[in-house]
């Protein structure tokens, strides 16, 4: 099993644990205030990573960061260190997130235009999307002058490209292809 296919199903058992524990938001926040330490701390991603350094000892070393904090965060940290999974951490902290972000219904949309954007072309993106939906959006917005014109969205796995690049693309696909016809 992959790297990545383990964080989803430490997350997806994760997220159920917080879900039933009412604490989905704070397990969240946490796990992600770790992670970015982790991502901080060269000391102390070497000494958790160091194959030197008694299981123990590392766990002693979680138990004390953790300490005052959410369980299920201790617990699944712990679980990852005593499973040799701790390679895979960032990858449950994003699959975590994910799942998280579905369960407030928001949607995260992707906004790739070629100039910047004005406030009122946002607004109308957002509502057409939160129509379509049905949630809340969350804009991400990114500048690509190669698109030429138009806009690139991508919600979630589908991406709707509506910029000049693409139609010329799809013009020259049909320039190509097309039968030269004598009878005109």
Known sequence: ???????????????DAAKDAGAVEPVRRELGEFVTALAGSASLRNVLADPQVETSAKSRVLA????????????ILQLMLERGRW??????????????IVEEGVVEVEVVSAAELSPETEKKITARVQEATGRRVELARRVDPSIIGGLVLRIGDIIVDGSVKA?????????????VRGDV
């Open 1 to 15: 099993m992959s790297e990545e296919q383990v964080a989803r199903v430490y997350a997806q058992a994760l997220f």
């Open 64 to 75: 004390e960061i953790t300490r005052g904090g959410q369980p299920l965060v201790a617990n």
């Open 87 to 100: 390679a895979a951490l960032p990858e449950l902290y994003q699959a975590y997130d994910a799942l998280a």
């Open 167 to 179: 139609r010329i693309r799809q013009l020259r696909r049909k320039l190509a292809t097309a039968e």
